[in-house]
Nanobody, 122 residues
Framework: QVQLVESGGGLVQAGGSLRLSCSAS????????MAWFRQAPGKERDFVAG???????LYADSVKGRFTISRDNAEKKVYLQMNSLKPEDTAVYYC????????????????WGQGTQVTVSS
């Protein structure tokens, strides 16, 4: 029913940029908050950035100033522009959505995409 599909991942060198996209279907996109999480091998799935239904955004300290989250309600898409990438940014990036309150914890989010791999070489 509800599908979130990420794209745009790939291999980049340190200092480079990528833009991730997430296409949503099966939900009233304008009424949900959206977020990006990431998970590196052996680590927890951590919050990266989120944007509420009203357009307010929130970032993890580790990406603040480098990443920008945005949404296009007409296209039902959310984006993550990643600049000045570092090897520590290497992870599988997941798109998520929630009908409830906006929170950083992954358990607060209702729907998830399949993930897209981002690898940053040194």
């Amino acid at each position: 029913q509800v599908q979130l599909v990420e794209s745009g991942g790939g291999l980049v060198q340190a200092g480079g940029s990528l833009r991730l996209s997430c296409s949503a279907s099966g939900l009233t996109f304008s009424s949900v908050s959206m977020a990006w999480f990431r998970q590196a091998p052996g680590k927890e799935r951590d919050f990266v950035a989120g944007i509420s239904w009203s357009g307010s955004s929130l970032y993890a300290d580790s990406v603040k100033g480098r990443f920008t989250i945005s949404r296009d309600n007409a296209e039902k898409k959310v984006y993550l522009q990643m600049n000045s990438l570092k090897p520590e940014d290497t992870a599988v990036y997941y798109c998520s959505a929630t009908l409830g309150t906006f929170r950083r914890t992954s358990s607060s989010w209702d729907y998830w995409g399949q993930g897209t791999q981002v690898t940053v070489s040194s």
